[in-house]
T-cell receptor
Framework: SQQGEEDPQALSIQEGENATMNCSYKTSINNLQWYRQNSGRGLVHLILIRSNEREKHSGRLRVTLDTSKKSSSLLITASRAADTASYFCATDEEQAGTALIFGKGTTLSVSS | DTGVSQNPRHKITKRGQNVTFRCDPISEHNRLYWYRQTLGQGPEFLTYFQNEAQLEKSRLLSDRFSAERPKGSFSTLEIQRTEQGDSAMYLC?????????????FGPGTRLTVL
């Protein structure tokens, strides 16, 4: 079963704007990861944030984690047309095995 | 290319036929995972290997599904007597091992269409 929900389900912005996607989950986690998937392709790992971290940066990506609210956000700054893709959060649950639990994803469309 | 590879990339089969997919993980990774993804959904876990041992299976993995990793390197996923509901993208991922990080690297997937 899927762990959480991404919000919004779909997001359309112009190049240069920032895109924010949110993820909520249900159980205690070891870490939370964000992946990108271009249409019909495999997943590309973007960033991992551990449960004892609150914020992490990687290039134009900023991820926050609030374990008290069981939520995370992914911010993409200065978006480009090439950022058009689906974005998934995935949690590594404390009590589960090693499987990642994915949400349904946010579809981001960046127009030039 | 030293990433995760999967073959074939696409498979079209008729209902009732058997299909087999192959995954080659990143060479130094001892953990290998299979996921299934249907349209509009995130990937769902099917099964996981540490070296050659299959340590975890999802209840999604019916008796028609079997996975192997005979030498702890590549893995195969076989679906017997395929059904139309098996149509999906089958994704393979590998990782270095259970650390606090468990960063998984995914292959391009095999898209299965059952007619």
């Amino acid at each position: 079963s899927q762990q959480g929900e991404e919000d919004p389900q779909a997001l359309s912005i112009q190049e240069g704007e920032n895109a924010t996607m949110n993820c909520s989950y249900k159980t205690s986690i070891n870490n939370l990861q964000w992946y990108r998937q271009n249409s019909g392709r495999g997943l590309v790992h973007l960033i991992l944030i551990r449960s004892n971290e609150r914020e992490k940066h990687s290039g134009r990506l900023r991820v926050t984690l609030d374990t008290s609210k069981k939520s995370s956000s992914l911010l993409i700054t200065a978006s480009r047309a090439a950022d058009t893709a689906s974005y998934f959060c995935a949690t590594d649950e404390e009590q589960a095995g090693t499987a990642l639990i994915f949400g349904k994803g946010t579809t981001l469309s960046v127009s030039s | 290319d030293t990433g995760v590879s999967q073959n074939p990339r696409h498979k079209i089969t008729k209902r009732g036929q058997n299909v087999t997919f192959r995954c080659d993980p990143i060479s130094e990774h001892n953990r290998l995972y299979w996921y299934r993804q249907t349209l509009g959904q995130g990937p769902e876990f099917l099964t996981y290997f540490q070296n050659e041992a299959q340590l975890e299976k999802s209840r999604l993995l019916s008796d028609r599904f079997s996975a192997e990793r005979p030498k702890g390197s590549f893995s195969t996923l076989e679906i017997q007597r395929t059904e139309q509901g098996d149509s999906a993208m089958y994704l393979c991922a590998s990782s270095l091992g259970r650390t606090f990080y468990n960063e998984q690297f995914f292959g391009p997937g095999t898209r299965l269409t059952v007619l």
